[in-house]
């Protein structure tokens, strides 16, 4: 026989979702505090983030200046990476 599907209050789930929200805890855990499917909270927080969304502030000066080091380092990386690859695969090639 299946089983009966759970009905939640609206109270509950705002209580369950601002446990995950304002707290530093995973949702699996909080869930199973709950006693609640893992998957359900989560639904619950992803409704709750859609509707209410978060205002970023913008990034400092001295912020933007650090993301824009690390693009360019991780752009420089991403070509030694790839140059790597071609070579292993040659060398690898060679020696056959």
Request: proline share 6%; hydrophobic share 40%.
């Given at each position: 026989m299946p089983e009966r599907r759970r009905k939640f209050s609206p109270e509950f789930r705002d209580e369950a979702v601002k446990m995950v929200i304002d707290g530093n805890h995973?949702?699996?855990q909080i869930a199973r505090e709950l006693g609640i499917n893992p998957g359900t909270l989560g639904n619950w927080v992803a409704q709750y983030r859609t509707?209410?969304?978060?205002?970023?502030?913008?990034?400092?000066?001295?912020?933007?200046?650090?993301?824009?080091?690390?693009?360019?380092?991780?752009?420089?990386?991403?070509?030694?990476?790839?140059?790597?690859?071609?070579?292993?695969?040659?060398?690898?090639?060679?020696?056959?």
């Open positions: 995973p949702v699996a509707a209410h969304p978060v205002k970023e502030e913008p990034l400092s000066v001295s912020e933007r200046a650090r993301l824009r080091e690390l693009e360019r380092e991780n752009q420089e990386l991403k070509v030694r990476n790839e140059f790597l690859g071609k070579a292993a695969a040659f060398f690898a090639q060679e020696y056959r």
